[in-house]
Nanobody, 124 residues
Framework: QVQLVESGGGLVQAGGSLKLSCAAS????????IGWFRQAPGKDREFVAV????????YNTNSVKGRFTISRNNAENTVYLQMNSLKPDDTAVYYC?????????????????WGQGTQVTVSS
């Protein structure tokens, strides 16, 4: 079993930056792909980014590509999401999760262990 804890959320003005962290404990963190998702009030959970166990990254190109960067430090069992040029539309609860499926990486059903989420609020 893997436990995930997100941190780093907060309130920021539009155009600002935040860096989220996803700290993992448990089995074989380095063997998992790790994804970030977000969910705004009244909306479905949305894929943000994923980083494979080998360090390859992919992003939601429509929403965040060019502004967000995902990275991982396997020695520290942590995945990061650097968010720049934030917009009010980025306001959501951000979750990290371990990917166990072999289907599309942008589907929440492919992920099993989830953290509790961290709130990001971007003011205009």
């Amino acid at each position: 079993q893997v436990q995930l804890v997100e941190s780093g959320g907060g309130l920021v003005q539009a155009g600002g930056s935040l860096k989220l962290s996803c700290a993992a404990s448990g089995r074989s963190f380095s063997s998992y792909d790790i994804g970030w998702f977000r969910q705004a009030p009244g909306k479905d959970r949305e894929f943000v980014a994923v980083i494979t166990r080998r360090g390859t990254a992919a992003y939601n190109t429509n929403s965040v590509k060019g502004r967000f960067t995902i990275s991982r430090n396997n020695a520290e069992n942590t995945v990061y999401l650097q968010m720049n040029s934030l917009k009010p539309d980025d306001t959501a609860v951000y979750y990290c999760a371990t990917r166990v499926g072999s289907g599309s990486y942008d589907r929440a059903q492919e992920y099993n262990y989830w953290g509790q989420g961290t709130q990001v609020t971007v003011s205009s």
